[in-house]
């Protein structure tokens, strides 16, 4: 209702209020379509990428499966967040496990990277665990805590009350050694789907100190929520 967003910050209330989720049911599961493009490092060339993704609302939750093709070689990655835990998993030619992480700081990164995604499901930013704060008149701080984790994010909207994009300070990688590092999901182009105005074309950059690495290109193909069946490919 109108009502649960008067404590808002007002850039807050503005992108719900343009969303358009007043009226509408909340988001309890989604699930999700992308293409785009993938690389591992700022001098790769991107390889096309197709991903899908799963989310529930209430515990929080995630999957998310990419495929691809880099240098002559088919990978599949997975990208999970579940019962307040991350994991990472890329596998080489369905058979060699080349990156299989989780612990402390792969849990904050899959809840942060939960928090920037819930702009695809907006209802989700009245979770009871989610604090926004004011930062200025087109951007919120939001605080989220979970199961004893807390992801923190600078939120930016345009004068439309569109999301144009999310900083954030994540841990890249993980183990002991991994350093935090700023992480920005930027927004450029909108669509609408079953009625929710979502950012559907973007991309994701780590701000390093030899400068940018945009790692991933992503563009929504299909949104739904409340549906919660697999797609047809049974992935």
Do not use: C
């Not at 030619?93 to 942060?112: N, R």
Request: charged share 15%; net charge neutral.
């Amino acid at each position: 209702t109108a009502a649960e967003l008067a404590s808002l910050p007002p850039p807050v209330q503005a992108w719900l209020s343009a969303a358009g989720i007043v009226g509408r049911s909340r988001a309890a599961s989604v699930r999700l379509q992308q293409s785009g493009g993938l690389r591992t490092s700022p001098t790769q060339a991107f390889s096309d990428a197709q991903a899908i993704q799963y989310f529930t609302v209430d515990p929080p939750g995630f999957v998310w499966r990419v495929e691809l093709t880099m240098m002559g070689l088919p990978i599949v990655g997975r990208d999970k967040y579940a019962d307040g835990h991350g994991s990472m998993r890329i596998v080489l030619a369905g058979l060699l496990p080349i990156v299989d992480a989780s612990g402390e700081q792969i849990d904050q990164g899959t809840l942060l990277r939960y928090l920037s995604e819930l702009v695809w499901f907006p209802s989700a930013a009245l979770h009871p665990q989610i604090r926004w704060e004011p930062v200025d008149a087109h951007s919120a701080r939001a605080t989220f805590t979970h199961r004893g984790v807390q992801a923190s994010a600078v939120f930016s909207f345009d004068d439309r009350g569109r999301f144009v994009g999310m900083t954030a300070q994540r841990f890249m990688g993980g183990g002991a050694d991994a350093k935090q590092h700023p992480w920005v999901v930027s927004a450029s182009e909108w669509q609408t789907f079953d009625g929710i105005q979502v950012p559907s074309r973007g991309e994701v950059t780590w701000k390093l100190p030899d400068g940018d690495f945009t790692y991933y290109r992503w563009q929504l193909s299909d949104l739904a929520i409340n549906q919660p069946q697999l797609y047809p490919s049974g992935r």
